[in-house]
């Protein structure tokens, strides 16, 4: 399968604007593109990349005073396999969990492992380790969190979407991630493509967010806003909480204008308007 995956973000500053953006697929997917990422901008200016400490690609560049658009697109060959399941993946234990793995244990600026420990161990505790256990947490966020657009907050926190019950993907995640690293299982963030390939549209097309557990020596894909495997996902940041993961980000003021995402099953070369 060959996916087509884009960006159309226009912004407007006031002056002269540094800024990074998070939104190259990143490099480990490097051998499935087929058609290279090409990056825009309107005006024309320098950019330059640099991997970032949880290995993101960032492109730095300046933005000018007034309106501003930054335009990518390019194309990803896919299994067109649903996400897998691995029902007998078991829990690694702390002890002996990779170095790397032990940020994702502890609480982060959206994930105050802290403050939903007993309810993490009220629930799971009594589960068995393993796959299943990370699903029944899956499964709970999915029924405790009412997905709607209009109920987004940029600084709502994993405990708030657990009062309030409300939220979007990044909220479902954040919550997720937090009673998995109150269990003691090791859970990333992860901001991507994600398309209608294989299901009913029901949403305008938009960056995701879901979630990666280690699990069996290997980080394992969940998502708890949709709960069932999906087909076509494109990594394009990881970190421990959507901090670190911003599409843009803004050292000074800036009003977002106009913002568009695609990501279509070009195989047979349907014919797609962007």
């Known amino acids: ?153 940029s600084t709502r926190t994993a405990l708030e979407a657990y009062d309030e019950g409300i939220g979007v993907c990044r909220d479902y995640a954040h919550l997720a991630i937090a009673l998995c690293r109150c269990m003691n299982i090791p859970a990333r963030y992860i901001n991507g493509h994600l398309g209608d390939i294989g299901v009913p549209i029901l949403d305008p097309m938009d960056f995701s967010a879901w979630i990666e557990v280690y699990l069996g020596g290997q980080w394992m894909t969940f998502d708890p806003r949709n709960n069932v495997p999906r087909i076509g996902r494109i990594v394009v940041a990881c970190g421990r909480d959507a901090a670190d993961v911003p599409l843009i980000n803004s050292f000074g003021p800036h009003v977002l204008k106009s913002f568009r995402v695609w990501t279509y099953d070009v195989t047979n070369l349907e014919q797609a308007t962007f």
Request: aromatic share 12%; proline share 6%.
């Open 1 to 153: 399968m060959l996916i087509r995956y884009g960006y159309d973000i226009t912004m407007t500053c006031s002056q002269s604007t540094p800024m990074l953006s998070l939104l190259t697929p990143r490099r480990e997917r490097a051998a499935d593109v087929r058609s290279p990422d090409v990056v825009l901008t309107n005006p024309e200016v320098a950019t330059s990349t640099y991997l970032d400490l949880f290995g993101n690609v960032c492109r730095r560049f300046m933005a000018p005073a007034g309106d501003f658009q930054i335009w990518g697109d390019g194309t990803m060959e896919d299994s067109g396999l649903h996400d897998p399941v691995f029902w007998d993946a078991q829990e690694v234990p702390v002890a002996a969990l990779p170095d790397d793995c032990l940020v994702y244990l502890m609480g982060s600026r959206y994930c105050e492992t802290d403050k939903l420990s007993q309810i993490a161990w009220d629930n799971f505790g009594n589960l068995a380790p393993g796959w299943g256990r990370v699903q029944s947490i899956c499964d709970f966020v999915h029924r405790h969190i009412t997905f709607g657009y209009k109920d987004a907050r």
